[in-house]
Nanobody, 121 residues
Framework: QVQLVESGGGLVQPGGSLRVSCAAS????????MGWYRQAPGKQRELVAT???????NYADSVKGRFTISRNNAKNTVYLQMNSLKPEDTAVYYC???????????????WGQGTQVTVSS
């Protein structure tokens, strides 16, 4: 069994910064890509950023230059540093990780429970 647990969300003023974290735990053989997605009220879930096991990154155009994704493979943790936050960044942020539980198991996408990020004055 694998769990992804996010932390670090909250309320921040426009222009402020916030860092969210996501730690994977359980029976893990290897973690491949990790990423962050977000879902605002009334909207579909959208990709924010992804990072490969080798450190390659990909960002949504709306967050390029403001958000930075990183990971600590030794801690099975992925981070999202969010700077210059805007009200339109308000959403529930979900962590995603592609994990193989054993050397013979299939790759499976796991999701965290989500953490609320609210940007408001």
């Amino acid at each position: 069994q694998v769990q992804l647990v996010e932390s670090g969300g909250g309320l921040v003023q426009p222009g402020g910064s916030l860092r969210v974290s996501c730690a994977a735990s359980g029976t893990i053989f290897r973690i491949y890509a990790m990423g962050w997605y977000r879902q605002a009220p009334g909207k579909q879930r959208e990709l924010v950023a992804t990072i490969t096991s080798g450190g390659g990154t990909n960002y949504a155009d709306s967050v390029k230059g403001r958000f930075t994704i990183s990971r600590n493979n030794a801690k099975n943790t992925v981070y999202l540093q969010m700077n210059s936050l805007k009200p339109e960044d308000t959403a529930v942020y979900y962590c995603n990780a592609e994990i193989r539980g054993s050397s013979t198991s299939l790759l499976y996408p796991y999701w965290g429970q989500g953490t609320q990020v609210t940007v408001s004055s």
